[in-house]
């Protein structure tokens, strides 16, 4: 008896592909297409931390056009930066971790619930946004506690700290067809 070969099976290559490298979690919409052009447009990190590639801006004018080319040209790569910083605050704080549990506890135990029948709350049914605002207010008190308003400001600043410093003090790529540059006379 053969078996026949899946043609969508046999068109992508072997080893990792975009699907695998995706979170399952992720649904497949529009944040799942913005992640994978990301993903897609991202610099190489080589030339991203080439040491040899950073120095002093030399006036005013050279420190904001490095800040707007290299913010152009690597945007995702700064993306994926502040996704790493992201990670970094909630990995290191374990009370975040849990608030963040038992926010995405609440919603899975929502969605859990939609599936056999609809949640009746008070003789009215309730939408699911309403659910996951529900979610959010039991959930509120641990992210209190665990200084989440705190974490979100630390991220901030770390990023802006981190990718206004590459970004001003990374050399930019020679483009062609580069504006002509008028000297002070």
């Known amino acids: 008896m053969a078996t026949e ?18 979170p399952k979690l992720i649904p497949s919409g529009a944040g799942r297409e913005w992640l994978e052009r ?26 904001c056009q490095r800040l707007v080319r290299n913010v152009e040209y690597y945007q995702s790569n700064y993306v994926f930066v ?27 135990i929502l969605y859990l619930r939609t599936l056999q029948s609809k949640f009746v709350l008070f003789g009215r049914e309730v939408t699911p946004a309403h659910q996951y605002a529900l979610a959010g207010g039991v959930s509120f008190p641990f992210f209190w506690l665990a200084g989440a ?37």
């Open 149 to 185: 308003g705190s974490a979100v400001f630390w991220v901030l600043g770390a990023t802006l700290v981190v990718i206004g410093s590459h970004a001003a003090f990374h050399q930019t790529e020679a483009v062609d067809g580069e504006e002509l540059q008028m000297e002070p006379v």
């Open 38 to 63: 990301r993903r897609a447009t991202i610099r190489p990190w080589g030339s991203f931390v080439d040491q040899r590639r950073f120095s002093r801006p030399r006036n005013l004018g050279e420190l």
């Open 5 to 22: 070969k899946d043609p969508q099976k046999d068109s992508e290559p072997e080893g990792l592909s975009a699907t695998t490298l995706l």
């Open 82 to 108: 502040f996704l790493g910083l992201i990670l970094y605050c909630v990995v290191t704080s374990p009370m975040l971790l849990v608030a963040l549990a038992v926010f995405f506890g609440a919603c899975y």
